[in-house]
């Protein structure tokens, strides 16, 4: 294909403002489906991704348009994946920012459209939805012009629902969208961008790739050249919405590479694709490893399903490079692991899959970032575990975000509180219009992994909408606090927090375990200590009484299956030294302030 | 046939009305049913009979009310049923006049267990029981007249809108009356039934009181020189009672784990490993009786482990040691050492016998629940 005749865009849009819908009506509207083969929302391809919303994993899609040749990379719709969102937009000349008429501008929505505007892409402002009743597509026109610099007259009307206005889309990615650059003569050394890869069981991995420069073809040998995996490529093609072969792809073209390489983590998103033949001199800009900042411990609730849960990680790591986890062995929750995820999302989809897809049960940690960590000793560490942190360290970093959250003016002021509280750092706010202010924050990752997101939408009734971006690692006064029951201390409840902050959360802490410990046989004290410092102590006093009223010749078998199940209640709580613990009780450090209303 | 068993179990459903806590097998009204229910008793006992040794050494009527079956039929059944070392009636004061007492002594009761449940007005209201205090002193006396040495009275405790004070007065006010027998229940709200709709949150707050009315039901029972033989039963010690063992027989051979038939609707026999419960409707009851067949019946095979089980939750409900002798398997060594060392379990001769400290036989529930294996 002529390069000139090449347009390559993707779409913004905030989970629910119709991105799917879109997708589905282009892929109508130019007949790459039709009729009954079209499946709702084809591009959301996982379970998963239907119910909840959103796209995990992006995907290429080929359409034609008036002799054009469209490619519609779909980006993933979260936070925890701007990675792979800023990938997929650099293999694109420009994109859809798609807003709810209804709903307005969100936090993502503004995230995204910078991340767009950075990589010079030309962007297509549309406002879907219009045919709800309560859709206000002037007002939301003027704010995503004012967001983007653009006229308000050039913003595109339409409903992706009813098909209102979409064609008009296709006519303006055909008009404004610039046709890709890049050398497309046959000697060029080629290179080519991974912007997204996935593992099929029987073909390997699956590399998606915006060809830069020169062409690929099948039975080439190639590499990828910042993880310097060599391999050769056994396919070459494009989605029309499914798998098709083709001889080549040129300079301009998205399409996939079939590697049969068997794991995900050998080709990561970012990397340049070249020829062993033509070695490129420069990869392409941009490539970096992704590295998990979240972290926390899962383990089976029942011990016996620790060789599922292994099975079942070795199996989501296939598909997912920035997964990582190791075996984690705790006194209290016994074997499982400690997994690391790019933010809070990842952490959930995985947890869900892991138990809706592997049918498992799980006890998840209370989540923790990395901390950077220098010993007295000199030694720099990474610490993924409250209960691996040295108890004498020279100097802790933590990972610092810029967070954006977008609220109706009359929450400004609980936001912010709320962001003192977790030691936030003002830096920006502006009127997106006369009622939603936007606010940008700095603040500890730390501080936003337990109950940030909760918090911010109890405060704010539900209206804010945020999004944040790691920024970097700063120096932190941070301690350790662990938590003691019945004098034995309990790694899975031990936290990384905040000098100013230890008192109250260790108090929150030993007070939320009171409630959710249940009665012993005997005395249980509670505490929370930093180092060999006592900052609260609670006790649980023991079971006075604890007997079944009567129990005669009729109630036998009664009595008996009340004991029974009295028994099996007992077998599901942890055994912490001589104390059962139930598993709700290693959540108590999820939401102690959720805890507290 | 040598493990026939010799402890029989009559249940008689008729009651005046129904108490909101109760949960038994009651029939409200229906007077005109108590000679055919009489009979189908008889035809029940005949057809069971052979399960039976001749001579019993316990016959438990139970209800219901069994005293407010009618006279005439109360009496055709107490002289049909086989004879027995310990035959007892239960019964609601209200319903023991001198003539009554008088009955049931002609035809051989030799225990009668009155359900006093408590001796404050307010609360009987609570419980929807047709007696007053009164009627309790009132039925003791009659009792007495007609020489019953072996009187047992019920209490109830936690009941909603009890005070400690309440409680201890209750107490006092059994006691006065000498019992040689006393059964003292928390009292058990079932979820989901009216009464506990009726009184939830007041529920909720006697649920922490109860915690410590036990205790003080115990002190003040043993202090009173009451033997606290069982959970929730308390007798006379024998210094006090001429040295009679007052201890219910009858209730003793359930929590030894011993063989035992009942009859009547929802009547549960255990014989042999086999246990069953008959319907409790009682027009299928008369119906299956009247046509000379076995009531319809819900049957239980108890193995092996479950029927050691039970002997290990019924045995530790007694203040005498339970010997693990044959109960091999039934309980977790491990939970065992554990409770042994919170000081809740005793080994005792040659450590093949077990026994709860006083502490362990509060917490008896929990500690059970634990020990089973």
Redesign the interface.
């Known amino acids: 294909m002529d390069q000139n005749r090449i347009r390559n865009f993707s779409i913004i849009a905030h989970i629910d403002h119709g991105k799917s819908t879109l997708a589905d009506r282009i892929l109508e509207l130019t007949d790459t489906v039709t009729g009954r083969e079209m499946r709702a929302q084809v591009l959301d391809t996982m379970e998963l991704e239907r119910e909840r919303g959103i796209t995990i994993k992006a995907q290429a899609v080929r359409v034609n348009w008036k002799g054009h040749e469209l490619n519609l990379i779909d980006t993933p719709g979260h936070v925890d994946f701007t990675y792979e969102v800023s990938r997929s937009l650099q293999a694109c000349e420009g994109a859809l920012l798609v807003v709810d008429a209804a709903q307005g501008i969100e936090a993502q929505t503004v995230a995204n459209a910078y991340l767009a505007i950075e990589n010079n892409l030309e962007i297509i402002p549309v406002v879907n939805k219009i045919d709800l009743p309560q859709a206000d597509a002037e007002g939301t026109a003027a704010e995503i012009a004012e967001l983007v610099g653009d006229d308000p007259g050039r913003v595109l009307r339409i409903s992706a629902k009813t098909g209102e206005g979409v064609a008009a889309v296709l006519d303006a990615i055909v008009e404004r969208i610039p046709a890709p650059g890049g050398s497309a003569a046959e000697e060029a050394p080629p290179r080519a961008l991974v912007f997204d890869s996935s593992y099929d069981q029987y073909r390997g991995v699956v590399a998606f790739v915006r060809v830069v420069d020169g062409s690929f073809s099948a039975r080439e040998p190639l590499r990828a050249m910042a993880q310097g995996t060599r391999f050769e490529s056994e396919e070459v093609g494009f989605f029309s919405p499914t798998m098709r072969a083709a001889e080549a792809l040129g300079a301009g073209e998205v399409g996939y590479v079939i590697t049969g390489l068997k794991d995900v983590s050998r080709l990561r998103v970012g990397d340049t694709l070249t020829s062993e033949r033509r070695l490129a001199s420069e990869p392409l800009p941009g490539y970096k490893d992704v590295k998990p900042m979240v972290f926390a411990g899962l383990f089976p609730t029942d011990s016996d399903e620790y060789p599922d849960l292994r099975d079942a990680l070795e199996r989501l790591k296939l598909n997912d490079a920035a997964l990582f986890y190791e075996p984690e062995t705790s006194q209290a929750l016994g074997f499982g692991f400690r997994c690391g995820f790019l933010g809070l999302l990842h952490m959930e989809i995985v947890r869900e899959r892991l138990e809706r897809e592997f049918d498992l049960d799980l006890i998840v940690t209370a989540p923790t970032v990395a901390y950077r960590v220098l010993t007295k000793a000199g030694e720099e560490v990474e610490v993924h575990n409250p209960a691996e942190m040295p108890r004498e360290v020279e100097r802790v970093e933590e990972p610092y975000i810029k967070a954006s959250i977008i609220v109706p003016k009359d929450y400004v002021g609980p936001v912010m509180e709320l962001n003192t509280e977790r030691r936030g750092r003002f830096d920006h706010m502006e009127y997106l219009s006369e009622e939603r202010v936007l606010l940008l924050y700095e603040l500890p990752l730390g501080e936003i992994v337990l109950d940030y997101y909760d918090q911010l939408k109890s405060r704010t009734r539900g209206y804010a909408s945020f999004d944040y971006d790691v920024v970097g690692f700063r120096e932190g006064k941070l301690e350790r606090v662990d938590v003691l029951i019945a004098g034995e201390p309990v790694d899975a409840l031990s936290l990384i927090v905040h000098r100013d902050g230890a008192y109250a959360r260790g108090r929150a802490l030993v007070e939320r375990l009171r409630e959710e410990i249940p009665r012993q046989?005997?005395d249980v004290a509670v505490q929370a200590a930093i180092g060999s410092r006592v900052i609260a102590r609670e006790t649980i006093k023991a079971?006075?009484?604890?007997?079944?009223?009567?129990?005669?010749?009729?109630d036998?078998?009664r009595?008996?299956k009340l004991?029974?199940r009295?028994?099996a209640g007992?077998r599901r709580m942890k055994q912490v030294g001589?104390v059962e613990v139930p598993q709700e009780a290693f959540l108590a450090v999820l939401n102690l302030e959720g805890g507290k209303k | 046939m040598t493990l026939r068993a010799r402890h029989l179990y009559v249940h008689l459903p008729f009651c005046a009305s129904r108490c909101g806590y109760c949960d038994f097998v009651t029939v409200v009204g229906r007077e005109g049913q108590h000679e055919a229910y009489v009979s189908a008793l008889l035809t029940e006992l005949a057809l069971e009979r052979p399960a039976l040794e001749p001579r019993l050494e316990s016959v438990f009527l139970g209800g219901g009310t069994p005293t407010l079956t009618e006279p005439s039929s109360l009496a055709r059944l107490l002289q049909a049923l086989p004879s027995a070392e310990e035959v007892t009636v239960e019964a609601n004061p209200e319903t023991v006049t001198p003539a009554l007492a008088r009955l049931l002594r002609e035809c051989g009761v030799t225990r009668v267990s009155l359900g006093a449940q408590s001796f404050a007005p307010r609360l009987l209201e609570v419980l929807d029981r047709q007696a007053g205090p009164d009627d309790v002193r009132r039925a003791v006396y009659a009792l007495r007249d007609a020489k019953f040495d072996n009187i047992s009275l019920d209490l109830v405790y936690g009941i909603p809108g009890q005070s400690a004070a309440d409680l201890d007065a209750d107490l006092s006010e059994a006691l006065a009356l000498g019992p040689e027998h006393m059964s003292c229940y928390e009292l058990e709200a079932k979820p989901g039934t009216r009464f506990t709709h009726a009184h939830g949150a007041e529920l909720a707050r006697q649920a922490e009181a109860m915690e410590w009315y036990f205790e003080r039901v115990v002190a003040r029972l043993t202090e009173a020189g009451y033997r606290w033989y069982e959970t929730a039963n308390f007798c006379r010690l024998p210094d006090g009672a001429g040295g009679r063992d007052l201890r219910s027989r009858h209730n003793l051979a359930y929590w030894r784990g011993r063989d035992y038939l009942g009859l009547g609707i929802g009547a549960v026999s255990t014989i042999e490993g086999r246990r069953w419960r008959n319907t409790p409707r009682l027009g299928r009851y008369l119906a299956a009786l009247a046509a000379g067949e076995r009531p319809p019946r819900e049957v239980e095979a108890l193995s092996e482990p479950v029927r050691r089980s039970e002997r290990v939750l019924l045995g530790l409900r007694l203040d005498e040691p339970l010997s693990l002798d044959g109960l091999e398997g039934a309980v977790d060594a491990a939970a065992l050492a554990r409770l042994e060392r919170l000081g809740l379990i005793e080994r005792g001769r040659g450590a093949e016998d077990l026994a709860l400290t006083e502490r362990g036989r509060f917490l008896g529930g929990g500690v059970t629940a634990e020990l089973l294996a």
């Open positions: 046989f005997f079971k006075r009484k604890d007997v079944l009223a009567k129990c005669y010749g009729g036998i078998t009595k008996r004991l029974e009295q028994k007992k001589s």
